[in-house]
Nanobody, 115 residues
Framework: QVQLVESGGGLVQPGGSLGLSCVVS????????MNWYRQAPGKQREWVAG???????TYVDSVKGRFTISRDNAKNTVYLQMNSLTPEDTAVYYC?????????WGQGTQVSVSS
Protein backbone atom coordinates (compact mmCIF):
# COMPACT_ATOMS: atom_id res chain seq x y z
CA GLN A 1 0.00 0.00 0.00
CA VAL A 2 1.49 3.28 -1.13
CA GLN A 3 1.34 6.07 1.42
CA LEU A 4 2.64 9.63 1.31
CA VAL A 5 2.37 11.72 4.47
CA GLU A 6 3.25 15.41 4.39
CA SER A 7 4.06 17.60 7.35
CA GLY A 8 5.52 21.00 8.10
CA GLY A 9 2.97 23.47 6.80
CA GLY A 10 1.79 26.48 8.72
CA LEU A 11 1.44 30.24 8.81
CA VAL A 12 4.45 32.39 8.04
CA GLN A 13 5.02 36.08 7.36
CA PRO A 14 6.12 37.30 3.93
CA GLY A 15 9.85 36.82 3.54
CA GLY A 16 9.86 33.91 5.95
CA SER A 17 10.76 30.26 5.51
CA LEU A 18 9.11 26.89 5.96
CA GLY A 19 10.26 23.33 5.43
CA LEU A 20 7.96 20.56 4.30
CA SER A 21 8.55 16.83 4.64
CA CYS A 22 6.91 13.85 2.97
CA VAL A 23 7.45 10.36 4.32
CA VAL A 24 6.78 7.65 1.75
CA SER A 25 6.03 3.98 2.26
CA UNK A 26 4.99 1.06 0.10
CA UNK A 27 7.42 1.76 -2.76
CA UNK A 28 11.11 1.34 -3.49
CA UNK A 29 11.74 4.95 -2.63
CA UNK A 30 15.35 5.16 -3.80
CA UNK A 31 14.27 4.21 -7.33
CA UNK A 32 11.40 6.72 -7.53
CA UNK A 33 11.33 10.29 -8.75
CA MET A 34 9.32 12.52 -6.42
CA ASN A 35 7.43 15.76 -6.89
CA TRP A 36 5.83 18.57 -4.95
CA TYR A 37 2.67 20.20 -6.25
CA ARG A 38 0.52 22.97 -4.83
CA GLN A 39 -3.03 24.17 -5.20
CA ALA A 40 -4.06 27.68 -4.31
CA PRO A 41 -7.70 28.60 -3.62
CA GLY A 42 -9.66 28.77 -6.86
CA LYS A 43 -6.73 27.62 -8.96
CA GLN A 44 -5.64 24.39 -10.59
CA ARG A 45 -3.03 22.22 -8.96
CA GLU A 46 0.43 23.11 -10.28
CA TRP A 47 3.72 21.28 -10.27
CA VAL A 48 6.33 23.03 -8.12
CA ALA A 49 9.47 20.90 -8.00
CA GLY A 50 10.77 17.46 -8.82
CA UNK A 51 13.72 15.31 -7.86
CA UNK A 52 14.85 12.23 -9.76
CA UNK A 53 16.01 8.98 -8.22
CA UNK A 54 19.53 10.18 -8.95
CA UNK A 55 19.01 13.49 -7.20
CA UNK A 56 18.58 15.80 -10.20
CA UNK A 57 16.19 18.65 -9.42
CA THR A 58 13.84 20.83 -11.45
CA TYR A 59 11.61 23.74 -10.47
CA VAL A 60 8.80 25.84 -11.80
CA ASP A 61 10.15 29.27 -12.71
CA SER A 62 8.22 31.07 -9.98
CA VAL A 63 10.11 29.28 -7.19
CA LYS A 64 13.60 28.99 -8.69
CA GLY A 65 16.19 30.36 -6.31
CA ARG A 66 13.76 30.30 -3.38
CA PHE A 67 12.70 26.64 -2.99
CA THR A 68 14.92 23.59 -2.66
CA ILE A 69 13.77 20.00 -3.08
CA SER A 70 15.88 17.24 -1.58
CA ARG A 71 15.59 13.62 -0.53
CA ASP A 72 16.92 11.26 2.10
CA ASN A 73 16.69 7.70 0.82
CA ALA A 74 17.61 6.27 4.22
CA LYS A 75 14.49 7.91 5.65
CA ASN A 76 12.20 7.45 2.63
CA THR A 77 11.60 11.18 2.84
CA VAL A 78 11.45 14.03 0.36
CA TYR A 79 11.73 17.63 1.52
CA LEU A 80 10.82 21.06 0.24
CA GLN A 81 12.64 24.00 1.80
CA MET A 82 10.85 27.24 1.01
CA ASN A 83 12.55 30.60 1.55
CA SER A 84 11.57 34.19 0.78
CA LEU A 85 7.92 33.22 0.85
CA THR A 86 5.30 35.56 -0.61
CA PRO A 87 1.49 35.59 -0.30
CA GLU A 88 1.40 34.06 -3.80
CA ASP A 89 2.94 30.90 -2.33
CA THR A 90 -0.15 30.34 -0.18
CA ALA A 91 -1.57 26.94 -1.13
CA VAL A 92 -2.05 23.37 -0.08
CA TYR A 93 1.19 21.54 -0.90
CA TYR A 94 1.08 17.91 -2.02
CA CYS A 95 3.74 15.26 -2.31
CA UNK A 96 3.42 13.08 -5.45
CA UNK A 97 4.90 10.00 -7.03
CA UNK A 98 4.08 8.50 -10.41
CA UNK A 99 4.31 4.74 -10.61
CA UNK A 100 3.33 2.25 -13.31
CA UNK A 101 0.17 1.62 -11.29
CA UNK A 102 -0.74 5.30 -11.36
CA UNK A 103 -0.30 8.61 -9.57
CA UNK A 104 -0.18 8.74 -5.79
CA TRP A 105 -0.69 11.81 -3.61
CA GLY A 106 -0.36 12.75 0.00
CA GLN A 107 -3.18 14.38 1.93
CA GLY A 108 -1.63 17.82 1.56
CA THR A 109 -0.35 20.37 4.02
CA GLN A 110 -1.50 23.99 4.17
CA VAL A 111 1.03 26.79 3.72
CA SER A 112 -0.26 30.29 4.41
CA VAL A 113 1.87 33.39 3.87
CA SER A 114 0.39 36.49 5.45
CA SER A 115 1.30 39.41 7.63
Amino acid sequence: QVQLVESGGGLVQPGGSLGLSCVVSGIIFRLSGMNWYRQAPGKQREWVAGISSGGSTTYVDSVKGRFTISRDNAKNTVYLQMNSLTPEDTAVYYCHVRLRAGDYWGQGTQVSVSS
